[in-house]
């Protein structure tokens, strides 16, 4: 054998075994994220008649085999979501199976193909809606009509107390909920201008821009004119946004939390939330609900609005992978496990033991 031809043998045998190690790799992470993003639950699509058209939703129900079950209702936040928030509803709906609840949520409208504009409503329209998935749910023999709740983050604040006006609820689960649209507003812009390490100058003529888009709504001012208060430069703004914020910008939910006393209520909040004033939040909750003795106040100091890991968060690669390879481990330590433990504790009637 030539000696010249030994070392392209030994090159490729090298390469042939650096393939095969890189395709077992390949295969092994394959199987890792087919088996994080396997969850114990059965998942259904679903479509509920609402106001002429339909909602079109996912029902997620516990394997255990043991009906009717209780039911988890899912009230989106802000912004162009799906029924399962891009997978990231799905490790909760796994908890609430555990603790024997089926989850429904449903992509808003205009959202993933499902007629009409989500843009177009308020918070009114949002609480018929899903007044109307309840009322869905309550016909079907696997759910129990008796232990209907409601889960809503962030806007569904706004959402949450006026679904319990038009239809007994048994419970609520509350993330990071606002109580008033301006304040919150407000607050938002100050937190992200000191997570930014805003000068002083800078801080003062973002509150003045601010200043103007409040008076704009309090006059209610057309997109056009909005635009031509900013100098011609919309800054982001859509007829559509400047649409639905013109029409729910007076939102408080002060006087509508009434309808949630006496009603088991989880209310979670962040130690990291530069959307929502938390101690606001807190303050008005145990002043409208502390007297029934239903309210349950949890907090996540290393959660951010969404209740994700802040160390997880801040970094667009961790949340990738993340994502990717363990999604339960992108909510804050304890969080998953919180909510699962707060359905356990709801008796049959969905009232909560002492």
Known sequence: MSPKIRPRRRRFRIAAWSLVTVLVVATGLAGVVVWQHSYEMDEQRVSIRHGGHILRGVLATPKDGREPHGLVVYIHGDGPIDATHDDGYKPMWEANAKAGYASLSWDKPGVAGAPGNWLEQSMDDRADEAAAAIAWARTRPDIDGGRIGLWGASQAGWVLPKVAA??????????SPAINWLRQGRYNLLAELRADGASASRTRAEIARSDTTRRLLERRATFEEYVRAKGGDADGMTAGRWGFISKNHTADATRDLRALRHVPVL???????????????????RKVLDAGGALTVTRYPDATHSLLKQSVEQSDLKITLTALLAPRSLFADGFLGGQRQFLNGLGRGGNATP
């Open 166 to 175: 038009r239809t007994p609820v048994s419970f609520v689960i509350a993330v």
């Open 267 to 285: 209310l979670t909040l962040a130690g990291h939330d530069l959307n929502v004033d938390t101690a606001d939040t807190e303050r008005v909750y």
